[in-house]
């Protein structure tokens, strides 16, 4: 898959299928929408292109909306090549692009630039300086810049729109099992190990500590965890804490992975913590072996969950 940092894209890559979005987690509604793009590819055949933007453009305009996203961009990168998109636009989101007009945005990026042959937008799409384009403005050049518009129908499951929103819902809630089921796959965040307190190998659960960075906070407390480190090619097994450590009265949400027969120094390394199970909700112990017998308790479970 070829990554561009704008739209000025080679020649060949004109005329293709389009698909505008965000497409955070690649959930369920995107996998549906990329399969209907697939089709398009076998009968017209032309490539497939997705546009999104970096940042996200909810999280440029409300800086105080820290942790809101479900996946990083190199997790999204490896989902569309999955999906078999052949090339990804991926637009610095700035305060000059976002306002350009609507009318300028269909005429000059997506009839000059790249030459939009099909395109794909949800039914809530809006666009342009102020968000005043939408799907009824993109209707209205259809014919004048020579695309066709598809406006897929989203999908649901139980009445529910299958969403991006509704998965973040889910995970806060503590629903890992069914926002699990909506991405198709488990929820994972990667990071680097950082240094921490050491307050895990001073009771005899060392952890590596992962700052969440920007990623969507799950309901705080304990999960059983699959961990890929970046040397090692089979996942290992481990039991995570994500949550504000109120036993030790921390105030900022970390993300402590203790793994299950390993000892190696991974500081800095990366790593991409799968979400198996949620255990239990984070809780406040007394004393130090309160938590460490629950402790023992949770790696217990854990285990059997990760049979």
């Known amino acids: 898959m070829k990554i561009f940092s704008g739209f000025n894209i080679p020649h060949n890559y004109y005329n293709s299928i389009i698909l505008i979005g965000n497409f955070d987690g690649v959930h369920l509604g995107h996998q549906k929408l990329f399969k209907r793009a697939r089709e398009f590819k076998r009968i017209h055949k032309c490539k497939i292109g997705v546009v999104t933007f970096n940042p996200m453009p909810k999280m440029f305009f409300n800086k105080k909306l820290k942790n809101f996203k479900l996946m990083n961009l190199s997790q999204k990168i490896n989902q569309f090549k999955k999906q078999k998109v052949d090339f990804l636009i991926n637009q610095k989101f700035t305060k000059n692009f976002s306002k350009i007009k609507a009318k300028n945005f269909i005429l000059k990026y997506l009839n000059k630039k790249i030459k939009t042959k099909i395109l794909f937008v949800s039914n809530n799409f809006r666009f342009g300086n102020k968000r005043e384009g939408d799907i009824n403005l993109l209707r209205t050049y259809e014919n004048k810049c020579h695309y ?79 961990v890929k480190l970046d040397n090692i090619k089979k996942k290992l097994n481990g039991i995570a804490n994500l949550g504000f450590r109120p036993t030790f009265n921390q105030n900022k949400i970390l993300l402590e992975v203790n793994l299950f027969n390993f000892n190696q120094n991974i500081y800095n390394k990366k790593l991409a913590v799968e979400f198996i199970k949620f255990i239990r909700r984070e809780k406040k112990f007394k004393s130090i072996k309160q938590l460490t017998n629950q402790i023992k308790k949770d790696i217990r479970v854990a285990k059997s969950s990760l049979k």
């Open 148 to 226: 066709k518009l598809i406006i897929p129908s989203p999908l649901k499951k139980n009445n529910k729109i299958i969403s991006s929103t509704e998965i973040r819902k889910l995970l806060s809630n503590g629903n890992l099992s069914k926002a699990n089921q909506y991405l198709s796959r488990k929820w994972e965040i990667e990071g680097k190990v950082q240094k921490g307190r050491k307050v895990g190998g001073k009771i005899g659960f060392a952890t590596c500590n992962i700052d969440i960075g920007n990623y969507t906070i799950a309901k705080p407390g304990v999960y059983s965890v699959k």
